[in-house]
């Protein structure tokens, strides 16, 4: 009975612990905007910040919208340091065209610490006021004056006479380093080797990573549909140097065009779209759906 007692509070702390590092974690899952309002056409910053954590940190997979937001463009994740602490940065640049109110709705991080455990956190919700430029309050434009004459003096000149001179100097340099060029042996540098990472071969070590996973039967099938679709599209990347990380489904089909067999074009067109659908759409497959159509990503891995 003794032994009973001491395992559940031993289980009750492990839970309280758990939960408050939870929360504390969450807290420091965030996404600022610059303002909360901005001229049709003008730019916003949307700002991600997440902890510095042992493990991994998947970020939301955006590439040119974001509800109804156009994304001009998105940094590299950077580190940066608040209160002693490490934090990783990223920062997406948007913009619209249509007046209105747009609403961001929360952001997913995925987190996969050092067992493997995977975590979800979810930033707060924005919203971003796009308005539209006023005419009637805009001041007439009055015709362009021209140019008035101004007497000119020597100081005048000399930002001309001093870049002269410069030149001169720079093609006395530029002479003598020609010379002495001429004059110094050749020194043959060696060449470091460049590493060559196989895309066959690391396309089969991530589908078999996903395979031992098993992530659909853990309840995170939409992890498991990105990370499979991430893993085709480095793939096109490192073998036919497309952006297809950044590009849609659709124009990754268009870049494929006389590079694969067609079938094979329309296999893997098919598993991105089924991956798009679980990512955006929130279209929820079953677990022997999602086993089928890794067995699938197999097959097309033995025919490209």
Do not use: C
Not at 164 to 174: H, S
């Amino acid at each position: 009975m003794k032994f009973i007692k001491i395992l559940l509070i031993y289980i009750f702390l492990l839970f309280v612990i758990t939960l408050s590092t939870n929360k504390l974690f969450s807290n420091e899952f965030t996404a600022q905007l610059d303002s909360t309002e901005i001229l049709i056409g003008s730019r916003a910053v949307l700002t991600l910040q997440t902890p510095l954590l042992d493990g991994k940190i998947i970020y939301p997979n955006l590439i040119d919208s974001l509800n109804g937001l156009k994304i001009i463009s998105i940094s590299q994740i950077d580190t940066i340091n608040l209160k002693n602490k490490q934090y990783l940065s990223q920062k997406l640049y948007l913009t619209s065209f249509d007046s209105g109110i747009y609403n961001i709705m929360p952001l997913v991080f995925v987190y996969i610490d050092n067992n493997q455990l995977t975590k979800v956190y979810n930033t707060s919700a924005l919203t971003l006021k796009v308005n539209s430029i006023d005419i009637s309050q805009m001041k007439d434009i009055n015709a362009i004056k021209g140019f008035l004459n101004e007497d000119k003096n020597l100081m005048d000149y000399f930002p001309f006479i001093l870049a002269f001179f410069g030149l001169i100097v720079l093609i006395f340099i530029m002479f003598k380093i020609w010379k002495n060029k001429k004059r110094k042996p050749k020194i043959i540098e060696e060449k470091h080797k460049e590493i060559i990472i196989d895309p066959k071969k690391w396309l089969f070590d991530e589908l078999i990573s996903l395979k031992e996973r098993e992530l659909y039967k853990k309840s995170e099938i939409k992890l498991h549909y990105s990370l499979l679709s991430e893993a085709f599209r480095r793939y096109l990347e490192l073998k036919y140097d497309i952006p297809a990380l950044e590009n849609t489904t659709e124009e990754i089909k268009f870049s494929l065009q006389n590079k694969m067999d067609s079938v094979v074009i329309n296999d893997l067109i098919f598993l991105l779209n089924q991956s798009d659908l679980v990512k955006f759409a929130k279209f929820i497959p079953s677990e022997i759906d999602a086993e089928n159509q890794l067995n699938a990503a197999f097959n097309i891995y033995e025919k490209i």
